[in-house]
């Protein structure tokens, strides 16, 4: 259902959907924030480690770092997207979008990513210290970070303001 509420479209379902779309909205900005922010420190540990021809231990230790942060920071992150943004994307009919869709796809694909970096993971500790066994592994914690940080763009530059527009048709666009 959705009704006026102070001058702003308020969308809600029986799914739990926020009274206020546009906080549930600023919320997940909110958390992309911090997400960005640990995920680019990560980031440069790596490239650190890569530069420096790191031992495994050390790749190791970012990595495990890397995938617990995505294990308690970032699949909450997303689950809560799927039971906030998803629904209003399907009510507001912007699910109808080839973009739309292809950006709540990749939600979907965290947890190969996440796996993948377990495989990762596993593999470095059976093969220790290969040389090329650490730089493999570090560019596939390092495709990781690009592959959610991507994400992350194209729903604040895209998704996003989409979903406000549609949300407050009232409201002039931002230019």
Do not use: W, Y
């Amino acid at each position: 259902m959705a009704e006026r509420k102070g001058g702003r479209l308020s969308v809600s379902s029986d799914r739990g959907i926020a009274e206020e779309p546009h906080t549930g909205i600023e919320t997940l900005r909110e958390e992309h924030r911090a997400l960005l922010k640990e995920l680019r420190r990560l980031d440069r540990s790596l490239a650190r480690l890569s530069v420096k021809r790191a031992e495994a231990a050390a790749v190791i230790s970012v990595l495990e770092s890397l995938r617990a942060f995505l294990a308690d920071h970032v699949q909450p992150h997303m689950l809560r997207e799927r039971e906030t943004l998803h629904p209003l994307v399907e009510k507001s009919g912007l699910s109808r979008q080839q973009d739309i869709r292809a950006i709540l796809a990749g939600d979907n694909g965290l947890e190969k990513e996440c796996r993948q970096l377990q495989r990762a993971l596993q593999r470095l500790k059976r093969e220790g210290g290969k040389r090329e066994t650490v730089q493999q592994v570090i560019a596939i914690g390092e495709g990781i970070i690009e592959v959610i940080v991507e994400h992350v763009h194209r729903e604040e530059q895209v998704l996003f303001p989409r979903l406000e527009e549609v949300l407050s048709p009232s409201r002039p666009s931002r230019g």
